[in-house]
């Protein structure tokens, strides 16, 4: 056999890896319960907690379930939740999205007191309770930017005087943070957060969020609101609009097709960035995992170190409580 002269490479990169310890050393991205955000559907109804088709582990809770469902989030060590309402009627103008006692701030109020400790975001949209489903009213078949805003604006100040920490517009209208800011501060809730949807994209991951909130348009689409995927440039002019406008937190949104994007917003912005690891990228891994295709735990971590990694401080994820649970066991 020919003999090959012994090769010793000078530099071993395979140092670093060899054991465990050593790895844990030079880990470069790291998880923390922290930084994960529960979406929570509140129904309309008592004794309700029903599983959401389409997402394995998702259900949506009437107001009086929550409670047991935030003991077992804060137990896990979520710390944050971001409240969708699911109202028992829709109309044309969303009416249930602004009503004081609404489904939002009455989930709210029957959570503030027992649980100080966690950070309670509500979602801002019409979708939800409108029912034609687009996320603003509508003119002709246009969902009217302007004739939107105020009631954007109403609906934060009632989910912030029932104890919001922070208010979330998703409706991608022009102007939303800029509207909801100065309504707020006008109520003299100058202490609410707002947590801007900014870069939105019209996805094709949103389907069991809008099967589990019954809130697919009836006509047309999103895209005259919604960024089409392919626009990274325009969702960094919409994060720009939106740190503008004053929103305390951006958003990138969905998260896992759009890392390139939360890259690009975390290098060239300093304020806070939230990405949302969206309903159809949490079915399509729960799905792979159910049917023995991928290990649910080391693909989920891996999936939110992937938008950790792209910048990411906070992440909007329904395997929150799963990935609290799998980190805290890491450490
Ligand atoms: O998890 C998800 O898919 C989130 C969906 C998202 C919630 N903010 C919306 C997507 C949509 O239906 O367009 C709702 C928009 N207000």
């Known amino acids: ?33 922290d930084m994960f955000v529960a ?29 047991s469902y935030f003991e ?19 109309d044309e103008r969303g009416t249930g999205a602004y009503a004081p006692d609404g489904i939002v701030p009455r989930a709210i109020s029957s959570i503030r007191r027992s649980f ?16 034609h489903g687009h996320c603003g009213v509508l003119s002709g078949e246009q969902v009217d930017n302007d004739e939107t805003l105020p009631l954007l604006s109403r609906a934060a100040v009632e989910y912030a005087r029932a104890g919001a920490d922070v208010v979330a517009p998703s409706a991608m209208m022009d102007g939303q943070v800029h509207a909801i800011r100065r309504a707020l501060d ?35 689409d999103r895209r005259g609101y919604q960024m089409q995927p392919g626009n990274r440039r325009e969702a960094l002019r919409e994060v720009e609009e939106d740190v503008k ?10 998260a896992l097709a759009y890392l390139d994007v939360i890259s690009e917003a975390r290098r060239r912005f300093g304020v806070p960035l939230a990405a949302y690891n969206v309903s159809g990228e949490y079915s399509m891994l729960k799905a792979a995992a159910l049917n023995g295709w991928l290990d649910e735990k080391s693909a989920a971590l ?20 799963q990935a609290a649970g799998w980190v805290k066991e890491g450490r």
């Open 1 to 33: 056999m020919t003999d090959v002269a012994k090769f010793r490479p000078e530099r071993r990169g395979r140092r670093l890896r060899r054991t465990e310890p050593i790895r844990r050393m030079f880990s470069e991205t790291r998880l923390h319960p």
């Open 302 to 321: 891996e999936v939110l170190t992937a938008i950790r990694r792209a910048g990411a401080d906070l992440i909007i994820t329904y395997f929150a409580e």
């Open 245 to 254: 406008e004053g929103a305390d937190i951006v958003m990138v949104k969905p």
């Open 72 to 90: 077992r989030l804060v137990g896990a060590g979520v710390r944050s939740v971001l409240l969708f309402g699911v109202p028992g009627s829709k």
């Open 39 to 67: 979406p929570v559907f509140a129904v309309e109804g008592n004794g309700r907690s029903e599983e959401v088709d389409g997402m394995p582990g998702v259900s949506r809770y009437s107001v009086d379930r929550l409670p």
């Open 186 to 220: 006008e109520a003299g809730l100058d202490d609410t957060v707002v947590m801007g949807y900014s870069a939105k994209h019209a996805s094709a991951f949103y389907g069991p969020f809008r099967n589990a909130a019954g809130s697919a348009p009836s006509f047309g």
């Open 116 to 131: 100080p400790e966690l950070v309670v975001m509500a979602d801002v949209c019409l979708c939800e309770y409108t029912s």
